[in-house]
């Protein structure tokens, strides 16, 4: 198992968001957390990300306890974020947000892979342009591209879809897609967008009220199933 959690319990404050999560996520596959706002979905990835230390419970990460690791402690164990708003750096030009990705890696993998622009070759027709003044859908290829050049082995990617226009979804879908079939990394995609979720998934964890509602395959979900469930 790529990376997986058990008992973790994450407060915020006096304020108890999570309970006891028990989760897995495979290399190879993505692993999509669904539920309504509110539920602990975004929490959840803080705390394995790092960026909010969890109250309690086990986060192993290819078979390793992280103990209580930092977020720059994450990244170097192979762990890359995608975040809810991008957070891309406005001021820098595409080519040195994507640079910041070189952080984590040795001087001899200073380049930005030929596959970055093969797969958003917007990226390359705006790399002089600077990152504030892409649209929304242009921050997200670069945000999921920085993440891409870290070479991770767990890949969080948090409401992807969010304020995108259609075509950028379909690319941001078959880039998925594309990272999938590599099979060396484990995808975590948070999304409420059900059919987008639902084409990439191959296991879905409910999320409710800070806890696993359910859990399961897709072979094992139905499709009227799991959308009853994030409906609810």
């Given at each position: 198992m790529m990376l997986e959690t058990q008992g973790l319990t994450l407060h915020y404050g006096g304020s108890q968001i999570?309970?006891?999560?028990?989760?897995?996520?495979?290399?190879?596959?993505v692993t999509c957390i669904m539920g309504t706002n509110g539920v602990g979905k975004t929490s959840?990835?803080?705390?394995?990300?790092?960026?909010?230390?969890?109250s309690g419970g086990l986060v192993r990460l290819g078979g390793?306890?992280?103990?209580?690791?930092?977020?720059?402690?994450?990244?170097?164990?192979?762990l890359a974020v995608v975040p809810q708003g991008r957070m891309i750096f406005p001021l820098l030009?595409?080519?040195?947000?994507?640079?910041?990705?070189?952080?984590?890696?040795?001087?001899?993998?200073?380049?930005?892979p030929d596959e970055i622009f093969d797969l958003f070759p917007v990226l390359k027709d705006m790399a002089h342009r600077r990152?504030?003044?892409?649209?929304?859908?242009?921050?997200?290829?670069?945000?999921?591209?920085?993440?891409?050049?870290?070479?991770?082995?767990?890949?969080?990617?948090?409401?992807?879809?969010?304020?995108?226009?259609?075509?950028i979804i379909q690319q941001i879908g078959r880039?998925?897609?594309?990272?999938?079939?590599?099979?060396?990394?484990?995808?975590?995609?948070?999304?409420?967008?059900?059919d987008f979720a639902y084409g990439l998934a191959d296991q879905f964890y409910v999320f409710r009220r800070g806890?696993?509602?359910?859990?399961?395959?897709?072979?094992?979900?139905?499709?009227?199933i799991l959308r009853a469930e994030v409906s609810v």
């Amino acid at each position: 198992m790529m990376l997986e959690t058990q008992g973790l319990t994450l407060h915020y404050g006096g304020s108890q968001i999570l309970y006891g999560i028990d989760f897995a996520a495979k290399a190879g596959e993505v692993t999509c957390i669904m539920g309504t706002n509110g539920v602990g979905k975004t929490s959840f990835l803080k705390a394995l990300a790092g960026s909010h230390p969890r109250s309690g419970g086990l986060v192993r990460l290819g078979g390793e306890d992280v103990g209580r690791a930092r977020a720059q402690d994450m990244a170097r164990r192979g762990l890359a974020v995608v975040p809810q708003g991008r957070m891309i750096f406005p001021l820098l030009t595409v080519r040195e947000n994507l640079e910041t990705g070189y952080a984590l890696l040795p001087r001899a993998e200073h380049k930005i892979p030929d596959e970055i622009f093969d797969l958003f070759p917007v990226l390359k027709d705006m790399a002089h342009r600077r990152g504030g003044d892409l649209s929304g859908g242009q921050q997200q290829q670069l945000a999921i591209a920085r993440a891409m050049i870290m070479k991770p082995r767990v890949l969080l990617l948090d409401e992807p879809t969010e304020g995108i226009q259609p075509n950028i979804i379909q690319q941001i879908g078959r880039v998925i897609e594309y990272l999938k079939g590599k099979g060396d990394m484990a995808i975590i995609l948070v999304e409420q967008f059900f059919d987008f979720a639902y084409g990439l998934a191959d296991q879905f964890y409910v999320f409710r009220r800070g806890s696993v509602a359910m859990q399961g395959s897709k072979a094992e979900l139905t499709r009227d199933i799991l959308r009853a469930e994030v409906s609810v």
